[in-house]
């Protein structure tokens, strides 16, 4: 069923109605999770849902096959995400041809981002320039069969005046080649919206406009989304939610109250809007608390082949049997055994997880622009350059690396001297956290969680460092049973000397009346994945200066020799004992260098 007949008849109705976006995982397991939830949270009501389609359209394929699966399997109304990014017209028909073939009769058409690895955006050969095109495409050879949506950008409305009746003019032009309904992007301050949809009526665009809703998860997931997409935040939201930043329970559950007011405003103003579309990232209790706030949760009879709710993931497939003390508690046994992916400020993700992947589903990218990234970091010619740049993160000397789009937490600050010696060494540092050993949850440094708890840290550094200086490394490590390490290269070659294929838990919390909270692990699967990121970042970073030039190769082939190694030190007790190897190897490095000099390549020979 088309999108505009089911807004239609809401209207008719004076139903309020509501939506849900998706994107693809990056893991067999997290697809095979996602579709889980999206059958569980078919459970709230949602008119249909969308999916996206990554930057690139690497994970085009994907998309494809979770349209399919929505469609007929789990019988939900599906809207594909269309991109014209490395998209010839004949893969965009063949596209197309899958969605109307699985039974979808809706498309979110986009000209979409740059591929991964390129600055500016282009056409490739044989495919559109622009999003009318794509909208044009679709009519022409598929007539009326599809509902197209486009995106709307409520933040345009702060434009100055003649670049805001531009795109103004763009979107009307878009309308008139054949779109039926807009998605708007995500936005927090309800009064630029209702601002943009006032002028989108008054330039004559009549078609329904679905606002873009994105719930509250954590705090650093907030200021993080919003300043990659330059979102403006109203000082109310930050006032209400920054005193609670180190508990995530307490800024998700004050974030569904402000998004609750925002949506009840945009629901009472008279816009002719009575449908929200919320961007889940591809997580459930955020959602579901804000259509709870809304009084939006319908109730819903399912039938079931068990007396309980069956899930569908691979380790759960089979299971038939579960205690009877929770035959009234489906949903605190559900939620007491399901994967370690909601909660809180984790630096890994469980790859298990269904949200497991990039921030958006969209693509990695280095935040600031060119100007920026070079205002920030100079024109490194030299590792020491470089090194020194890492050193000031670490020491509050520099506001973000192409790894950490803000400035170092809190925590960084009880472990900078420790990371600053270590990068002048040459361990490259992205990642850290100190060891813990039972702090109270509300803790001004390394707290989290609900009230009266305890919190417990494994310290774990993650840095990338040239051939030599990680064999004096290893050679430490391995003569301390409390370390466990993995190392990667950029061609994807693991070396590891964990003899687990289990994650190991490296945060935990306990609190009253909770189970022992485990919310940051690291396992294989997700180093192999990030990996592919952490690459990817240090690679665009170089492609910000000219080709050809002495900072752009140097950090590309920084990129291309260096090895992406993460350390956990197993006992927490002893916050001083992982730094120990890397000293004494860093000591040993200097002084190979010292007696000779040649030891300063990219390959540290």
């Not at 290893?474 to 950029?490: A, F, M, P, Q």
Request: proline content about 6%; overall charge negative.
């Amino acid at each position: 069923m088309k999108i505009s007949q089911k807004i239609e008849q809401s209207l008719q109705e004076d139903k309020v109605w509501w939506s849900f976006e998706y994107f693809p995982p990056r893991t067999a397991q997290g697809l095979q999770n996602l579709l889980d939830r999206i059958e569980r949270m078919r459970a709230l009501g949602p008119e249909f849902i969308d999916i996206t389609w990554n930057a690139g359209g690497r994970t085009s394929d994907l998309t494809s096959e979770m349209v399919k699966t929505c469609q007929g399997l789990i019988g939900i109304e599906t809207c594909m995400h269309l991109t014209c990014t490395n998209m010839p017209k004949e893969k965009v028909d063949i596209a197309l041809r899958e969605a109307k073939q699985h039974g979808c009769r809706n498309v979110l058409a986009l000209r979409g981002d740059p591929p991964a690895g390129k600055e500016e955006w282009e056409a490739v050969e044989g495919g559109f320039m622009h999003g009318i095109d794509l909208v044009r495409h679709i009519r022409k050879h598929y007539g009326d069969y599809f509902d197209i949506a486009v995106a709307g950008f409520p933040q345009f409305q702060l434009l100055p005046p003649a670049e805001r009746d531009l795109e103004m003019k763009y979107l009307k032009e878009k309308i008139d080649a054949g779109v039926n309904f807009i998605f708007t992007q995500m936005f927090y301050d309800v009064e630029i919206f209702i601002d943009w949809v006032k002028a989108v009526r008054a330039a004559g665009i009549t078609i329904p406009i679905v606002p873009g809703i994105a719930p509250i998860q954590t705090w650093n997931g907030f200021m993080r989304a919003t300043s990659l997409a330059k979102t403006v935040i109203p000082q109310s939201f930050l006032d209400a939610l920054e005193p609670y930043k180190n508990d995530d329970e307490k800024v998700r559950a004050i974030g569904t109250k402000l998004v609750a007011d925002m949506c009840r405003r945009i629901l009472e103003e008279d816009l002719g809007i009575r449908g929200l579309h919320f961007y889940t990232m591809n997580l459930e209790k955020a959602t579901k608390m804000l259509l709870e706030e809304l009084n939006l949760v319908p109730r819903v009879e399912t039938i079931k082949p068990l007396p309980w709710r069956q899930s569908l993931t691979p380790s759960r497939r089979q299971e038939t049997i579960r205690p009877i003390f929770w035959a009234n508690r489906t949903k605190s046994y559900i939620s007491r055994t399901e994967n370690w992916d909601e909660y809180p400020n984790g630096r890994f993700g469980d790859s298990r997880s269904p949200a497991y992947g990039e921030l958006d589903g969209y693509g990695v990218w280095i935040k600031q622009t060119k100007e920026d990234a070079i205002k920030l970091w100079g024109h490194p010619t030299t590792l020491s350059d470089i090194a020194s740049l890492f050193s000031r993160f670490c020491t509050q000397g520099l506001s973000a690396l192409p790894w950490s789009d803000q400035a170092p937490s809190k925590e960084t600050s009880v472990i900078s001297a420790q990371l600053a010696r270590m990068n002048e060494m040459g361990f490259l540092t992205i990642n850290s956290q100190p060891a813990v050993n039972g702090v109270r949850s509300d803790d001004k440094i390394h707290g989290w969680g609900p009230s009266n708890g305890f919190v417990y840290q494994k310290a774990y550094l993650e840095f990338f460092v040239n051939p030599i200086l990680l064999g004096l490394l290893l050679k430490h490590i391995e003569r301390d049973s409390n370390i466990t390490y993995y190392v990667i290269n950029n061609r994807g070659d693991l070396k590891t000397n964990t003899h687990s294929d289990g994650p190991n838990a490296v945060t935990w919390g306990v609190f009253p009346g909770k189970e022992i909270v485990q919310p940051t692990i690291v396992e294989a699967i997700s180093f192999m994945a990030w990996k592919d990121e952490a690459y990817e970042l240090g690679q665009q970073w170089a492609q910000i200066y000219e080709e050809g030039s002495p900072s752009r190769k140097l950090i590309s082939e920084l990129m291309e020799t260096s090895s992406l190694v993460n350390v956990v030190h197993n006992d927490f007790q002893d916050p001083e004992a992982i730094f120990k190897p890397f000293f004494l190897a860093g000591e040993e490095y200097l002084a190979l260098k010292a007696a000779s000099p040649i030891v300063n390549g990219i390959n540290g020979h």
